[in-house]
């Protein structure tokens, strides 16, 4: 079955970095569009990045345009998320998700604070 897991998030000092992942299994990676969201506490999920199947095209959230970068791994199925300049409104669980085939990760956990 589909499956997506992501790893890589944590408590990080505003300013700091983090790097998560996203292991796809269960498809066939190449063929879709993978995208983070997050969801901050009492707040809706948003969608943060996305990129293309070869990954040649990306978008970004205007929140984390120049900060953070998306990229993608097709030979190990894995999506990542660099995070730079992290800021306390950051904060939140982040999911990935497969376009096209309505899966979500379990998500992993980013706190920014001092």
């Known amino acids: 079955q589909v499956q997506l897991v992501e790893s890589g998030g944590g408590f990080v000092q505003p300013g700091g970095s983090l790097r998560l992942s996203c292991v796809g299994s269960g498809f066939t990676f190449s063929n879709v569009i993978m995208t983070w969201y997050r969801q901050a506490p009492g707040k809706e999920r948003e969608l943060v990045a996305s990129?293309?199947?070869?990954?040649?095209?990306?978008t970004y959230a205007v929140s984390v345009k120049g900060r953070f970068t998306i990229s993608r791994d097709n030979a190990k199925n894995t999506v990542y998320l660099q995070m730079n300049s992290l800021k306390p409104e950051d904060t939140g669980v982040y999911y990935c998700y497969a376009a096209g085939l309505a899966a979500w990760g379990q998500g992993t956990q980013v706190t920014v604070s001092t």
């Open positions: 990129i293309s199947r070869t990954g040649g095209g990306t």
